[in-house]
């Protein structure tokens, strides 16, 4: 009776070991399988495999350039360098009217002009450009006296290189034309000087609520007219903390920002 409990038991747990055995080979095959069907069905992307590969050499690569990178820096770092970087960056529109402020008439006839620039003019428009968004405003007379003056630019070499763009070189005819323009530019800075029959004062009385910051190129005798001990009452209308008057455009607090003028204050 014993033996055959004992062969019974032997018996009886063989098949469970058995079963077992198969139970977690079936699982691992499962696990296996399933493990591979995934694998293909969602195989990873190979912009992922790329971008954890280089993502070491990135590294590498960014430890190697540092001291080239570094030398082009300190090479670019002058005065210069970071005038042009920022003014590219923060343009802002400025007006100038061109007669009288970088240009001369020493012909006392308007229909036969003879332009030229003043001492150091075209050197101070071409650092303009490098500083503003610069727009020409010209008061001609004729076809001809606006061919003269654009071979003046052309001369100076302010229409090569991109130092002036010739689409914003803008000509008129009468001082309301004028005024027209620069309100629809709407600049931070216009720059004033008249024409040869008239020094532009109606422009920068007209001007004055709607341009933050004038400067107005004249004579010195008229520039002292504006002297508050004499100021007359038609001309309070003029002045304003937004209007500066100066003889030369060199001697203005724009020619000091290009590096020009020593800004002399009236005793």
């Known amino acids: 009776m014993a033996s055959n409990l004992i062969v019974q038991k032997q018996t009886s747990l063989l098949p469970r070991w058995v079963l077992r055995l198969l139970g977690y080979s079936s699982l691992a095959a499962a696990l296996i399988s399933l493990i591979v069907y995934w694998y293909k069905r969602f195989p990873p992307s190979s912009s992922a495999r790329r971008s954890n590969r280089p993502s070491q050499g990135g590294n590498q690569q960014s430890r190697s350039t540092a001291g080239p990178s570094t030398a082009n820096n300190s090479s670019t770092n002058g005065w210069g360098s970071r005038l042009l970087g920022n003014a590219s960056k ?15 008439n020493p012909s006392s006839d308007v229909d036969t002009p003879n332009h030229a620039f003043h001492e ?17 405003i010209i008061h001609v007379s004729s076809d001809d006296e606006k061919e003269q003056i654009n071979r003046l ?6 229409l090569e290189n991109n130092v ?25 800075v216009h720059i004033e000087g ?6 532009g004062e109606d422009i920068v009385r007209k001007l004055r609520p709607f341009v933050s910051r004038l400067i107005w190129v004249i004579t010195r005798r008229r520039r002292s007219s504006f002297n508050q001990a004499r100021l007359k009452e038609s001309d309070q209308g003029i002045m304003g903390a937004n209007v500066e008057l100066a003889e030369k455009l060199l001697e203005t607090t724009i020619g000091k920002e290009l590096g020009f003028a020593v800004i002399e204050e009236d005793a």
């Open 90 to 104: 923060k343009k802002r529109a400025l007006t100038l009217s061109l007669k009288n402020t970088v240009l001369w």
């Open 120 to 136: 150091n003019a075209a050197i101070a428009l071409n650092r303009l450009t490098q500083l503003y968004d610069v727009y020409l």
């Open 153 to 158: 630019l052309q001369n100076a070499g302010l």
């Open 164 to 188: 002036l763009d010739s689409r914003k070189i803008l000509c008129c005819s009468t001082e309301e034309g004028k005024i027209h323009m620069i309100r629809h530019i709407e600049p931070v």
């Open 194 to 199: 008249g024409w040869e029959l008239d020094d």
